[in-house]
């Protein structure tokens, strides 16, 4: 049986994990310790060797991002947190911030420790207000006990750390748009090259990392990069956070090594809610295309998965059985990234609206037979021409749903779906659909 | 925010005025101030400040836009183009309360969709829409990141997990009764709008430590871990006196720690795709080669 290998959850029952106190007896900032006794760059060699790869959707080295950054030149370099967590399906690290928010403090100091930066930001979503509340505290607390402000630890290295709330706006966790918005700009993409590393916030170089990719920072530094590749697969080293949420008995969060198997983590979570078998399931959000229960079996790091047709992406494990209607949650998906988009690149912003539209007949049954292959027009001249990720994303569970549910779409030609798939089968608790009701139908 | 909702009146007290009166005005501008402190730029600051301007008049009102554009050297029409980009931003009085209700695919499935219908009619109000005692604005919101707490509600971006329509209307009645509502996971007690909004405005309020580091959930994998003894590979470090004295030397030719300006940095990051050409740096070369590349799709 795979093991799981809790390092960022590890602490996270104990009595008031979230303050200073708690984090220290628990091993907290050994990590930074150990990191202001190395050079900086040697700091960043661990990180490098480490493999570790962005846990936010694209998997990026997160060692040859900082190393991307240029000699410095006497001015300023940005540590940019991405706490902007809003892929649907994604619920990794709101629960991290809210259990244990020092496990990022002290990978922000040590990843700006490594990267020659004196001013780091935390941009969250503006609508946590619990997890905004914790980090802002954390924050304090990490400055009032010496790991924050000047002459850190008695190092001699300064660091200030901004927590910064959006205001709702997904297109914020791509990370142009975030630094768009932290600018105090509308948040939309920039155009890359030039990078971040190059050109980011201000102007400046600039490191944008995901939170759980920032947190697992300390433990390289206190296990060294042999104690992270000890875990995962050769390629896709070490412990992340597998969440696991829809038809499961027990949804939540479970931290295995990279490359373990949704049949597995199935197991661990008491399988598909009783009766139930699964039909379809996200890999990595949303905006991954989907898999079927053929692939249970695919280990989940980063290259099997490509292998395989779909993306990692941030691990949401998004299980649906079936009594769930494909076109249903297609539909519902696609709603979302027409909302979302930011309207910048015609491709997206059309190309999401009218997505939407053919959907919504499909959905209500008053499809024609031309739809399909309309619809997969569509995602053509979207994918690969929208102007960041979040076009491509809309098309990858309609491409993926049409792939493998194809007849479910055909029958959107001439029965809606909630009557082939009636919605209340499908929730967790009993009720009668408004529609049924209005109709008097019984169901 | 579509158009074709336009606002449904205003409560008395609630008509645009001109601006602040002094008092108010000082003490906006020493917020503001505090606010602008935070960062390198100022115009960083605006978000912020409008979320300032939301929990002084409860929305971002015309007055309040014109206060951000004053203070930031900003035309109203930038302020306007920002706060419209947001859907946090509201442009007409929001109620105390802001209910969310998740309709994201996997909420909606989970039975997000039944709750919505049924808060909805019970209140009698649809999406962005205010009951007339101004206690609760509805929405449909999007994933809010407790799918593994299907189906979500929030209230004034508060956790209220695993909800069912019952549980979802008897706390709509708790709100409009004014009795206190206890979040799942966040704070003992629901803020109201102005409140939640000074919070996000970066103005804490205290209450960090209340309410739950986890909640079930959360806690799912450590617990089966626990059970069968699971953990991940030892440090190696454990022996360590956890009170270890602090190096405040590094390793010689390291950091250059106590040296006044940017750390030397290793040899590695010179490994930049292309040295900064400064200024904005953004030279005409590598934009005319992006579009030859799949680049921008990188990272």
């Known amino acids: ?443 | 925010m579509s158009v074709d909702h336009a606002p449904t009146g205003r409560a008395p007290g609630q008509q645009h005025r001109a601006g602040y009166d002094e008092a108010t005005r000082a003490r906006l501008a020493a917020d503001a101030a505090a606010i602008i402190a935070r960062y390198p730029r100022e115009r960083s600051a605006l978000l912020p400040m409008l979320h300032l301007v939301q929990a002084e008049d409860g929305y971002v009102s015309p007055r309040g836009i014109a206060f951000c554009a004053a203070t930031l050297g900003l035309t109203t029409a930038e302020v306007s183009a920002v706060a419209t980009f947001y859907t946090q931003f509201k442009r007409h009085p929001n109620g105390t309360y802001t209910v969310g209700v998740c309709t994201n695919t996997l909420c909606a499935i989970m039975g997000g969709d039944a709750i919505w219908e049924e808060l909805s009619e019970h209140l009698g109000i649809g999406h962005d829409e205010t009951t007339p005692d101004g206690a609760i604005t509805l929405e449909r919101v999007e994933c809010n990141a407790a799918c593994d707490y299907a189906p979500v509600v929030m209230v004034n971006w508060e956790f209220f997990d695993n909800q069912t329509p019952a549980s979802a209307t008897a706390l709509a009645d708790d709100l409009r009764a004014g009795e206190a509502v206890r979040p799942t996971r966040g704070a003992d007690s629901v803020c109201t709008f102005r409140e939640m909004s000074r919070v996000l405005a970066g103005f804490g309020d205290g209450r960090a430590d209340e309410g739950v580091g986890a909640g079930g959930p959360t806690l799912a994998g450590l617990r089966v871990a626990q059970e069968h003894e699971w953990t991940a590979p030892a440090y190696g470090d454990e022996a360590t006196d956890t009170a270890a004295p602090t190096s405040g030397q590094p390793d010689a030719g390291g950091s250059g720690a106590g040296a006044p300006g940017a750390p030397v940095v290793g040899g590695e990051q010179s490994s930049a795709q292309r040295t900064p050409t400064g200024g904005r740096d953004a030279s005409a070369a590598p934009r005319a080669r992006k579009r030859a590349s799949d680049e921008a799709k990188e990272s």
């Open chain 1, 1 to 443: 049986m795979a093991h799981l290998t809790p390092v960022l959850s590890a602490h996270w029952d104990a009595e008031r994990s979230w303050t200073l106190p708690v984090y220290e007896a628990g091993g907290g900032y050994r990590g930074l310790r150990k990191a202001l006794t190395m050079a900086p760059a040697d700091v960043l060699t661990a990180v490098k060797e480490s493999g570790l790869r962005g846990r936010g959707g694209a998997g990026f080295p997160a060692g040859m991002k900082w190393g991307f950054l240029p000699a410095p030149d006497g001015g300023p370099r940005y540590l940019v947190v991405n706490a902007d967590e809003s892929e649907p399906g994604t619920c990794k690290d709101m629960p991290l911030l809210l259990a244990s928010p020092q496990e990022l403090i002290e990978g922000i100091v040590i990843t700006s420790y490594a990267i020659g930066c004196h001013h780091a930001f935390v941009y969250v979503r503006g609508e946590v207000l619990h997890i905004t509340r914790r980090l802002q505290q954390a924050v304090e607390a990490a400055r009032a006990a010496g790991y924050l402000g000047s002459d850190i630890l008695g190092s001699g290295f300064d660091l200030e750390v901004t927590v910064h709330a959006g205001a709702g706006a997904y297109i914020c966790g791509e990370e142009t748009a975030l630094l768009d918005s932290l600018e105090g700009l509308r948040g939309q993409p920039r155009l890359k090259p030039p990078f971040p590393a190059v050109a980011g916030l201000y102007a400046r170089p600039t490191v944008v990392n995901n939170v759980e990719t920032i947190a697992s920072v300390p433990g390289i530094l206190r296990g060294g990069a042999s104690w992270f590749t000890s875990m995962g697969t050769e390629r896709s080293s070490g412990h992340g956070l597998f969440s696991l949420s829809g038809h499961v008995t027990r949804p939540g969060q479970y931290e295995a090594p990279l490359g373990i198997t949704l049949r597995e983590l199935l197991e661990l979570a008491g399988g598909v809610r009783e009766g139930h078998e699964l039909k379809f399931w996200t890999p990595g959000g949303s905006s991954t295309p989907l898999f079927t229960a053929e692939h249970l079996d695919v280990p989940l790091d980063y290259e099997s998965v490509a292998t395989a047709g779909s993306m990692l992406g941030t691990r949401a494990l998004q299980i649906f059985d079936e009594t769930t209607s494909v076109v249903r949650a297609v539909t519902r998906w696609t709603e979302f990234y027409k909302h979302e988009s930011c309207g910048k690149c015609t491709p997206c912003r059309e190309g999401t609206y009218w997505l939407l539209q053919v959907l919504q007949r499909l959905e209500a049954g008053q499809g024609t037979s031309a739809d399909i292959e309309l619809l997969l027009d569509l995602c053509d001249n979207i994918l690969g021409r929208a102007f960041c990720a979040l076009g491509d994303g809309a098309t990858s569970c309609i491409t993926s749903g049409i792939q493998y549910f194809r007849d479910e779409f055909e029958a959107g030609t001439h029965t809606p779906a909630d009557v082939l798939f009636p919605p209340e089968r499908s929730s967790v608790f009993a009720y009668t659909p408004r529609s049924a009701q209005l109709a008097g139908v019984q169901r």
